[in-house]
C-alpha cells in the first residue's frame, strides 16, 4: 500500500482472470457472449479477465453457472487480495462492516458509498486530484461496488443513512446520472425494509452535524465503534467517551432530519424536477 492510499499490485486479479478466460474459451463464449449471459458490460468482462478489475460475488456466481465453473471460480476468488481499492486505513472499518448487526451513517460531502451509482462513484475517481490513471480509477470504482453487497447480503442488519439536501442537489456527474442515482435511492428506501434513509433539509440551518460526518457501528458482540475519515487520512474511534458523544449526536440528527417517508417525498420531487 501506497502512502497516498493506493492498492498495491497484486497477481492474485490476474490469476482469476486467467481461470475465467480459460473456461469461457472452453464453452466456445465470446466476452460479449458471456456479458449478456451475466448481465454485466463487456468491459467488466474483459477488465476482469486481464486481472484489472475485482469480480464482484454476483459476477463470480452468475459466471460460475453459465460456465459450469461454480465451484472452480468460487475457490480461485478466495486467492483474491480481500479488498483492493480501499485505502490502509479503512480496511479495519471495511472488515467490521461485514459482520455489523447496526450500521450509522451521516454525511454531508457527497453520497455514501454504500448507496452510490456506478456512474456517481465513477465521476468521483475520475475527477480525483491528483487525476488517477485509468487502472486506478477502475479499481477504485470496483471496490465501492463490490462493498455494496452488504445491503444485499445482510438482511438483518440495521442501516440507518441521513444525507444533507445539498450533496442530492448538487448533481454530481450531470443530470443523467443524477436521475439515476434518485432512482437507485428511490428503490431502496422502497424495497429494503432494513435500510432507513432520511435527508437534513437545507432549512435546518443549525444541527447536530455541523462537525462533519459520522459512521457508527455496532458487532455482534453488541460493541460499537465509531470511524472518521479527513482528505488524505481515517481515524478508527473505540473510546468508549467519544462514541457516547457521536452516539447522542445521531440520535439528534435523527430527529432533526425528515422522516423516512418525507424524505421519500423529496426524493420524488428532486427526480420530477430532472
Avoid at 458487532?219 to 457516547?244: H, L, N
Wanted: include cysteine.
Amino acid at each position: 500500500m501506497s502512502g497516498n492510499g493506493e492498492p498495491e499490485s497484486t497477481d492474485s486479479l490476474k490469476q482469476f482472470g486467467a481461470v475465467l478466460k480459460a473456461f469461457r474459451e472452453r464453452a466456445e463464449m465470446t466476452q460479449e457472449a458471456l456479458a449478456r449471459r451475466v448481465q454485466f458490460s463487456p468491459a467488466t468482462v474483459a477488465s476482469i479477465e486481464q486481472g484489472r478489475r475485482l469480480p464482484p460475488p454476483r459476477f463470480i456466481e452468475r459466471a460460475g453457472e453459465v460456465l459450469d465453473a461454480l465451484g472452480v471460480l468460487k475457490a480461485a476468488a478466495q486467492y483474491l487480495s480481500r479488498q483492493p481499492g480501499l485505502a490502509a486505513w479503512f480496511r479495519q472499518w471495511a472488515e467490521l462492516e461485514e459482520q455489523a448487526i447496526s450500521l450509522y451513517t451521516y454525511e454531508c460531502r457527497l453520497i455514501p458509498g454504500l448507496l452510490q451509482t456506478e456512474a456517481y462513484a465513477r465521476t468521483l475517481f475520475d475527477e480525483r486530484v491528483p487525476p488517477l490513471t485509468d487502472e486506478e480509477s477502475e479499481t477504485q470504482v470496483t471496490a465501492r461496488l463490490a462493498r455494496q453487497e452488504l445491503l444485499r447480503t445482510r438482511p438483518n442488519t440495521a442501516f440507518s443513512f441521513i444525507v444533507d439536501e445539498h450533496v442530492l442537489q448538487r448533481r454530481t456527474g450531470g443530470v443523467e446520472t443524477s436521475r439515476v442515482l434518485l432512482d437507485h435511492l428511490l428503490e431502496y428506501t422502497a424495497k429494503r425494509r432494513n435500510v432507513e434513509f432520511q435527508i437534513m433539509p437545507l432549512q435546518r440551518g443549525v444541527h447536530a452535524g455541523l462537525d462533519g460526518p459520522i459512521r457508527l457501528l455496532e458487532t455482534p458482540e453488541i460493541q460499537w465503534f465509531a470511524y472518521s475519515e479527513g482528505q488524505e487520512s481515517g481515524q478508527f474511534v473505540s473510546d468508549p467517551k467519544t462514541i457516547s458523544t457521536l452516539h447522542m449526536r445521531y440520535a439528534k440528527l435523527r430527529s432533526q432530519a425528515l422522516t423516512p417517508e418525507d424524505s421519500r417525498s423529496l426524493l420524488k420531487q428532486m427526480r420530477g424536477a430532472l
